[in-house]
């Protein structure tokens, strides 16, 4: 089955620098990839997602890049701000099943 | 919007109880999951459901069971509870066609005294 990595664990960046997420997948299969943000006592929310006919996507301070060849996928967050501080969740699926997480990044934003 | 809506915030119970955990979604979704999140190890999924009365083992779905008698609502069952199952409980609700996103509820802290 699918198995998805996520480094690093923690991550803390000085206010306005930025921030790269990075996540590995092992099922060629898979096709779809969302980021989550998790703020401290709040449910996970979707922030992008990419679909595997697309290489980047960007969404004003927050872009997702993803390489099928290498199966690897990036979170990156420009001009950070104490309110991107949050878990932030990458995770993967094939067609309809399942999403499989990897195991979060403590994100804390510095000001 | 989208609205899953998990019966409780938090809850503790004993060791040895049965415990039911609700989970309700407004947007007729037909997939439906349970996830435990525990600090280090990520959402982990227990069981997951594609249609009413359907259901379909996670990766860690020892010690639960669910039940799916209504598309909106999904119920995750703890049928003895252990202290090694206290954790946050999320539940999540998608749509059927392939690569939807997850819709997540507020998640359920349960602890087993």
């Known amino acids: 089955g699918e198995n998805v990595e996520q480094h690093p664990s923690t991550l803390s960046v000085q206010e306005g620098d930025s921030a790269v997420i990075k996540c590995t997948y092992s099922d060629s299969a898979s096709n779809y990839f969302p980021w989550y943000k998790q703020e401290l006592g709040k449910r996970p929310q979707l922030i992008i997602d990419i679909r595997s006919n697309v290489g980047e996507k960007k969404d004003q301070r927050i872009a997702v890049t993803l390489n099928k060849t290498a199966k690897h996928f990036s979170l990156h967050i420009t001009e950070t701000q104490p309110e991107d501080s949050a878990v932030y969740f990458c995770?993967?699926?094939?067609?309809?099943?399942?999403?499989?997480f990897g195991k979060g990044t403590r994100l804390s934003v510095i000001a | 919007d989208v609205k899953v809506t998990q019966s409780s915030r938090y809850l503790v119970k004993r060791t040895g109880e049965k415990v039911f955990l609700e989970c309700v979604q407004d947007m007729d979704h037909e997939n439906m999951f349970w996830y435990r999140q525990d600090p280090g190890l990520g959402l982990r999924l227990i069981y997951f459901?594609?249609?009413?009365?359907?259901?379909e083992k996670g990766d860690i779905p020892e010690g639960y069971s669910v039940s799916r008698e209504k598309k909106e609502r999904f119920s995750l069952i703890l049928e003895s509870a252990s202290t090694n199952q206290t954790s946050m409980y999320l539940c999540a609700s998608s749509a059927v066609s392939s690569n939807q996103p997850q819709h997540f509820g507020d998640g359920t802290r349960l602890s087993i005294l």
């Open positions: 459901s594609y249609d009413v009365k359907m259901k």
């Open positions: 995770a993967a699926s094939a067609g309809n099943t399942p999403l499989v």
